[in-house]
């Protein structure tokens, strides 16, 4: 089946980004959809992804984690099913929303796997403390660099493993080491 594409932008006069992945939905088409937009309300996340978004970004954002994105996108519709993240014995499934280390799952709360993904899916990439709080919170949420080393600290005790993948560079931020 040849692949189909859509132009890389697309003016919208007179209808929506959410009404064009609606219709593309509605007519059968598995087109991979990145959503990438202004509009930062979780509302308009959960429309977006209701109306069949496989994904979606809100601006700004780092052209790294964009790049991430869209390679997974088309892992996906290439038929690469297995959308689990591994290091060592780290498992992270998007798909399910579950994580487990060493074969035992491990209850995390949202934001720390959000912040686990982000780091799984850049990994070896050092972050400082305000390129995580611009990637994994959104805009509308009052969060501090404090709150964002507890969450990393909360990460680390709840994976033994973790300690061994996320790594402190001091004066710098934090780097998910990918362990084979």
Same mark, same amino acid.
């Given at each position: 089946?040849?692949?189909?594409?859509? *132009?890389?932008?697309?003016?919208?006069?007179?209808?929506?980004?959410?009404?064009?992945?609606?219709?593309? $939905?509605?007519?059968?088409?598995?087109?991979?959809?990145?959503?990438?937009?202004?509009?930062?309300?979780?509302?308009?996340?959960?429309?977006?992804?209701?109306?069949?978004?496989?994904? =979606?970004?809100?601006? *700004?954002?780092?052209? #790294?984690?964009?790049?991430?994105?869209?390679?997974?996108?088309?892992?996906?519709?290439?038929?690469?099913?297995?959308?689990?993240?591994?290091?060592?014995?780290?498992?992270?499934? *998007?798909?399910?929303?579950?994580?487990?280390?060493?074969?035992?799952?491990?209850?995390?709360?949202?934001?720390?796997?959000?912040?686990?993904?982000?780091?799984?899916?850049?990994?070896?990439? %050092?972050?400082?403390?305000?390129?995580?709080?611009?990637? %994994?919170?959104?805009?509308?949420? *009052?969060?501090?660099?404090?709150?964002?080393?507890?969450? %990393?600290?909360?990460?680390?005790?709840?994976?033994?493993?973790?300690?061994?993948? #996320?790594?402190?560079?001091?004066?710098?931020? =934090?780097?998910? $080491?990918?362990?084979?």
């Amino acid at each position: 089946m040849p692949r189909q594409s859509l *132009p890389v932008y697309l003016l919208l006069p007179g209808i929506s980004g959410v009404e064009i992945c609606r219709q593309l $939905r509605k007519d059968g088409n598995k087109l991979p959809v990145l959503m990438l937009t202004g509009r930062n309300s979780s509302l308009d996340t959960v429309h977006g992804i209701d109306a069949g978004a496989d994904d =979606y970004l809100v601006k *700004p954002v780092d052209p #790294i984690v964009v790049v991430a994105k869209l390679k997974a996108l088309l892992r996906r519709a290439d038929g690469s099913t297995d959308n689990v993240l591994r290091s060592g014995g780290l498992e992270l499934d *998007p798909v399910a929303h579950t994580v487990s280390c060493n074969g035992q799952n491990v209850n995390l709360l949202p934001k720390e796997f959000a912040l686990l993904e982000f780091f799984m899916r850049n990994a070896n990439h %050092v972050f400082s403390v305000d390129e995580m709080i611009s990637h %994994v919170w959104s805009a509308d949420e *009052p969060v501090t660099g404090e709150s964002v080393k507890s969450c %990393v600290f909360r990460l680390r005790k709840k994976l033994s493993l973790a300690e061994q993948h #996320i790594e402190n560079i001091y004066g710098v931020g =934090y780097v998910f $080491r990918n362990q084979s």
